[in-house]
Structures are given as structure tokens and as C-alpha cells.
């Protein structure tokens, strides 16, 4: 049975894609900052650990735990939404600090067991900001860039030992939490400031206006591509708006 560890599955992507692995018979090790299992299976082919990307004696806990591992999913993430004039650096570097620190530093603890064994995939959910040039998204963009980047050579330096490095890019959700956590929870205006606001409420509508939206459920089925892919294919977009911008790119 193998066996696959998921960070960030408290909500959104991450809970989905927990769910499904568990669903294909697949044992899986499902860490959040926060352990709760509360609305997740009760099954001996399903545990919940405490893993904080930021923090590094959560994340050596929680690999050691888990013992033996096949796939890597670097889920956990914080989105942010707001004009770069307008967000403070601290901001900034708690952003990079979850979204690409974090990642690395996962998959960094990860790595020697798949090295030794010869095998494994580490799958990087990013987001469809990498696809195109979109506004209000500098600063998340930036960290999801960098992710992107770090695969890709991450995946050469692992190639002679058989094991995968990808990317999986969804599209933008309106069932999941991430334009409250986006905003930190607030209004818009107080990541906006006043003389972008007319042009910032502007793109937003239209943003909420667009025809095709990401399902949770898309994005655990691409993670699941994407994890039994062979062809050497690196990036996969994760719903219809993502394709879509994966295509006209």
C-alpha cells in the first residue's frame, strides 16, 4: 500500500486531495498546523499530524511519523491579495515563508528516504497566477514563481534517482476560504491604497464575473495525474480557467 503525505489539508485543495487518495485505497498522512479530524474518515489508512511549514521540529516530527513515504503533496499555503505599494515587507516575507520557504524545507526533509529507494514524486501546488500576467497578485505570484522555478531544477537533480518533481497549478475556487484569507480576513481597502481603489474594485468585478471557476475536486484529480504521469511532463493545470490560461499561454 503506498503511502502519501499532504501538508495544508485542513481545508480546500489539500482536504480534497487527502479524500481522494484515501479513496483510492492509497494510506495517507494528512498534516495541518492545527490537527483536527473532526470531518475527515475514521480509517487505519488515514492519519492527522501536526506540520507547520514554518516550523522546522514540526516538520521532523512529522516526516519521522510518517515513516515510509511515496508521494510528497506541498499543498499547505497562504494566499494574499492587494496592491504590492500598499503591503508592508512583513508581509511579504510571511508570505514567501509558507508558500516557498515552506515547501522547501518539506521537501528537503523528505528527499534522502526517496534518494535511497530510488523512487518518489514530490507534486508543488502553485496556482494558475504563474500562467498569466494577473493584477492585485504581485506578492503571491512571486512566491508561487519561485516554486515553480525550484521544481523545475529540482526535478533534473532527481531524475538520475528515479524520482519526480511536478507542478500542479489550479485555477481560482469560489468554494474555498482563500479571498477571506487573502484579505486577512478584512476589507480589501486595507490592503488597497486610496488612489488604486477605483481601479482595484474594478478588477475584482471582474474577476467574480468570469465564466469558468476551479472545483476542489479538479485539483485532486490533477495531483493525482500528475503523481502517476511518466511522460516527463512537468507543470499541470488544474481546472477550466487554468487550462485555458495554460493554453493561451
Known amino acids: 500500500m503506498k503511502t502519501v503525505l499532504i501538508t495544508g489539508v485542513s481545508s480546500g485543495y489539500g482536504r480534497e486531495t487527502a479524500l481522494y487518495f484515501h479513496s483510492q485505497g492509497w494510506n495517507v498522512v494528512a498534516t495541518m498546523r492545527t490537527p483536527r479530524a473532526d470531518d475527515l474518515p475514521r480509517s487505519d489508512r488515514f492519519h492527522v499530524a501536526e506540520l507547520d511549514v514554518t516550523k522546522p521540529d514540526t516538520i521532523t516530527a512529522?516526516?519521522?511519523?510518517?515513516?515510509?513515504?511515496d508521494v510528497?503533496?506541498?499543498?499547505?499555503?497562504?494566499?494574499?491579495i492587494g496592491v504590492?505599494?500598499?503591503?508592508?515587507m512583513a508581509r511579504v516575507r510571511e508570505v514567501f515563508e509558507t508558500n516557498t520557504f515552506g515547501v522547501m524545507a518539506v521537501t528537503q526533509a523528505v528527499l534522502p528516504q526517496f534518494?535511497?529507494?530510488g523512487s518518489g514524486v514530490v507534486v508543488n501546488v502553485t496556482s494558475s497566477v504563474v500562467l498569466g500576467h494577473m493584477p492585485l497578485?504581485?506578492?503571491y505570484k512571486a512566491s508561487k514563481m519561485?516554486?515553480?522555478g525550484f521544481t523545475a531544477s529540482l526535478a533534473l537533480e532527481l531524475a538520475p534517482f528515479g524520482v519526480r518533481a511536478k507542478t500542479v497549478e489550479p485555477g481560482a475556487c469560489l468554494t474555498t476560504n482563500f479571498a477571506a484569507r487573502a484579505m486577512g480576513g478584512g476589507a480589501l481597502d486595507e490592503l488597497v491604497p486610496a488612489p488604486y481603489a477605483p481601479w482595484a474594485e474594478k478588477v475584482m468585478g471582474d474577476f467574480t464575473g468570469q465564466e469558468l471557476f476551479t472545483k476542489e475536486s479538479d485539483v485532486a484529480e490533477t495531483v493525482w495525474r500528475a503523481v502517476h504521469d511518466t511522460t516527463?511532463?512537468?507543470?499541470?493545470?488544474?481546472g477550466p480557467d487554468a487550462v485555458q490560461l495554460a493554453q493561451a499561454r
Request: glycine share 10%.
Open 137 to 139: 497578485s504581485a506578492v
Open 146 to 148: 519561485a516554486v515553480e
Open 84 to 88: 504590492f505599494e500598499g503591503t508592508s
Open 115 to 117: 534518494r535511497e529507494r
Open 232 to 238: 516527463g511532463q512537468l507543470r499541470f493545470p488544474a
Open 72 to 80: 510528497l503533496v506541498n499543498n499547505a499555503g497562504v494566499p494574499l
Open 62 to 69: 512529522a516526516v519521522a511519523a510518517a515513516g515510509p513515504v
